[in-house]
């Protein structure tokens, strides 16, 4: 029976290889689970999966040492809680793997000043910490890059705001691949199953849900399940359409967006008919939500929780994740010191 399962596993196994990240810069959220984490689950099965905790990309915004460690803990606990099978994907800590920022360092020498000023993270960045525009956040993408390209990623499950990002990183292999050697890295492109990419927005209704902005709007894994009511009962609503099948404003497609996502399907479609009759009750859509997000959020929580308490079974399984992927990425960087010339010995 094993054996059947096992051979069954291996041909629907795609040799394709996806690669992705999380920065441990705090409590992960809806829009990480929708956004992300959702995706890493579905291919975990079929695809040969690198997933890992971005620690190197949290130093751009000078956390607390003693909290950067807390953080990489828990966006490890959290990822298995949410599903996400160390045994069958590469788990691992960016800072871990010393050949990412070898390769990082390769990239800056084909990233332009110009171009990685455009950036619009980079913009924002500059305008939330004037007093911190390091270079780090500067050269943030050609880290991303660094982090897809070491395994030779093609394929890339991250949420709309990581797009260009994603532009980026095909431009710096294509450019090394244009300079050292045809077609050594492949141009990697943003997956996601739906067409749609999901974008949860904060229940107030200003931006997205996020780590650190916006807390009291955004539901995070470790919310507790009175927190979890309290927050979706203050989301943003109004009076109600008037108009038969009105278009729905943001804020209220996004309740839609999660309904959709955690509760029965005639659940949300009598919510919708409601809507278009313009006889939609908010109080009660909202009750229904809080419950059905609680079912759904604790028994990742308490999964999380518990494994937590663990550190030395987090940690073996870092370095079992490390070894997993300094294979690939020693292979990949001594190819890449070979094109560039970098071979004395
Ligand atoms: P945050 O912005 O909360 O710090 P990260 O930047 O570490 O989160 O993002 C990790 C992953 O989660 C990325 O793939 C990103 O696109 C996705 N993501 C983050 N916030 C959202 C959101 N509100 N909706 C959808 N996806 C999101
Ligand atoms: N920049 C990503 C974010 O903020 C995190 C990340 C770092 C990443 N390196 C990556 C995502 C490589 C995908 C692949 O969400």
Do not use: W
């Not at 966006?75 to 809680?81: D, F, M, R, W």
């Not at 229904?288 to 550190?311: C, G, N, T, Y």
């Amino acid at each position: 029976m094993t054996i059947t399962t096992k051979r069954l596993s291996l041909q629907t196994m795609s040799t394709e290889i996806v690669v992705s990240g999380i920065r441990s810069t705090g409590h992960l959220h809806l829009g990480n689970y929708f956004g992300a984490i959702q995706n890493y689950l579905k291919m975990q099965d079929t695809y040969n999966c690198y997933f890992f905790v971005a620690d190197y990309h949290a130093l751009t915004t000078h956390p607390d040492p003693k909290l950067l460690r807390e953080n990489v803990f828990r966006v490890l606990a959290e990822n298995i809680a949410s599903g996400l099978d160390p045994e069958k994907v590469a788990l691992y800590a960016q800072s871990d793997v010393p050949e990412i920022p070898e390769l990082y360092l390769m990239l800056n020498m084909l990233a332009y000043k110009g171009e990685l000023e455009k950036v619009p993270t980079f913009k924002d960045k500059v305008r939330q910490q004037p007093e911190n525009v390091n270079a780090g956040l500067l050269t943030y993408p050609v880290l991303m890059a660094a982090d897809i390209l070491i395994h030779k990623g093609a394929k890339v499950p991250v949420g709309k705001d990581q797009e260009q990002h994603l532009e980026m990183a095909r431009n710096f292999a294509a450019r090394f691949n244009k300079r050292y050697g045809e077609d050594f890295f492949p141009e990697p492109q943003v997956f996601r199953f739906s067409q749609d990419a999901m974008k949860i927005m904060s229940l107030d209704g200003n931006g997205k849900m996020s780590k650190s902005e916006n807390v009291n709007a955004t539901i995070y894994l470790s919310d507790s399940d009175d927190v979890i009511r309290k927050k979706i009962m203050k989301a943003k609503t109004d009076g109600g359409p008037t108009e038969p099948n009105s278009e729905m404003p943001d804020y209220i497609s996004n309740l839609f967006v999660l309904l959709n996502a955690m509760s029965a399907t005639e659940t949300s479609q009598s919510y919708r008919d409601a809507f278009n009759n313009c006889n939609i009750r908010y109080g009660d859509m909202k009750k229904q939500l809080a419950e059905d997000m609680v079912a759904f959020v604790s028994p990742i929580r308490e999964k999380a929780f518990e494994l937590q308490q663990d550190h030395d079974m987090l940690r073996k399984i870092l370095k079992a994740g490390a070894e997993k992927a300094r294979a690939s990425a020693s292979e990949t960087i001594e190819g890449a010191r070979k094109l560039i010339g970098i071979n004395y010995y």
